[in-house]
């Protein structure tokens, strides 16, 4: 397994063709205390940049696009009920959605996660 | 997520050079999050809005509200010039006294809405940040040049709020415990002079501070070494408001809203209301008696999603019965609430309607407000018929 970054901070966790995204600790500390997370459907596609799901926090609600194409294979049904996962746990718990990678090459545009350290730092 | 440090997009699209606040250094030492608002540098928040928000309702928060237009008025017949311009009752204010009010347009639209209070040497009023050089330029416009305003800016204004506040101010300047809701009076700290009212913005007992700049910094350092007190940043400060009901200006009051809709009538006394005499009288004792036919009300939004402004609400109808205007999550009720504008027929509390967020319809229900009872420290009404 493998994991990639995006410059939108989301983090994508490759497993054979299938991709977890959830976004990183950077963003949720940057939105804040999270209320609400609105979850794409099961069987839903995207292309690479695609509105995917919506982070509602109590100051704002902030689009999350989808770091790479692919079909919705699952959403994380635990952040209904306590979408504060977000907060305690990005990198983990509080993942989002999986996709099936409908065009691995994509991954290749992504961040290694020092290389997106380094970005963050340069924030 | 990618809020500007160094300047602030207007609606126009153009980009302005923020300005610093007399506590800036102190909010960033205090791990503020500083975001542009207001044309300045203000800390949106510092642990967090929820916490900071929970804070405030169960101790006392401290929040910088310097970016607020601070005004003294002064010269001959300052009383009658104001009450020409705006609709409050500045004749029968006492000394230490504070009333709301606003600033109407012809129409009877708001400009603005404030604070005014009777000083012993001055009226002093209280404006939106935001607003505030657009107030000055039409007060000068209108009000006759005998009145001098004076724009404070060399003075802090800090506000503490929540049940505890009084524990801690008390506890700095002996006597402030004597005021009660709407009252203020001048005070003296390490040689400071110092003006605070028992008002605030938060729904809950409190204190708004005037205090020179130079003073303002070891001030909050005092407060908040005491263990009720806590900063809290503007992200909470919108929330706590919006619990206790209160409008924000340039979202849920703008000048095409009027008092009587917005459900600022309370504002408007009866002398006022009787005489007018006041700019936009006209059209507000036309809308006194007979209101346009809009609605400003709060509605409880049921699910998790917040309906944000600018969503639409409807009834069972296909057309839109109004919108939101100020919408979020309510840390104390656990739920999302807002605010809006809609068809008063269907302002009743307990009306069933559906706002729309990202084409979703969420069933909302028409709630009154404030949606968090407020806990202001009012002085006891007079007994009525008492014996001699």
Known sequence: MSRYFSEDHEWIEVDGDIATVGITDYAQEQLGDIVFVELPEEGKTFEKGDDAAVVES?????????????????????????????NSDAEDEGWFFKLRLSAPDELKSLMTESAYAKFVEGL | MSES????????GTEIELGMLPLDAWHRAQGGRMVGFAGYHMPIQYEGIMAEHLWTRAHAGLFDVSHMGQLSFTGEDV?????????????????????????LDEEGGILDDLMVARRPDDIYMVVNGATKYDDIGWLLEHLPDEVTINLMDEQALLALQGPEAVTALSRLIPGVEALYFMQCGGFDWNGHSLWISRSGYTGEDGFEISLPAEAAEAFADTLCAMEE???IGLGARDSLRLEAGLPLYGHDLTPATDPVEAGLSFAIGPKRRKDGGFIGAERVLEYLADARGMSRVGLLVEGRLPAREGAAIYDENPHPIGNVTSGGFSPTLQRPIAMGYIDAALSEPG????????????????????FVPHTYHRQPAAPKGGSQ
Do not use: C
């Open chain 2, 79 to 103: 009383d009658a010039a104001l009450e020409a311009v705006i609709p409050a009752s500045i004749a029968s204010l006492a000394t230490g006294r504070q009333r709301y009010s606003m600033l």
């Open chain 2, 351 to 370: 009306t069933p309607l559906e706002i729309e967020v990202r084409g979703k319809r969420i069933a909302a229900t028409v709630a009154s407000m404030p």
């Open chain 1, 58 to 86: 109590v100051k704002a609600a902030s689009d999350v696009y989808a770091p790479v194409s692919g079909e919705v294979v699952e959403a994380n049904g635990a952040l209904e009920d306590d979408p504060a996962l977000v």
């Open chain 2, 229 to 231: 007190v806590k900063p």
């Open chain 2, 5 to 12: 440090q160094q300047t602030e997009n207007t609606e126009e």
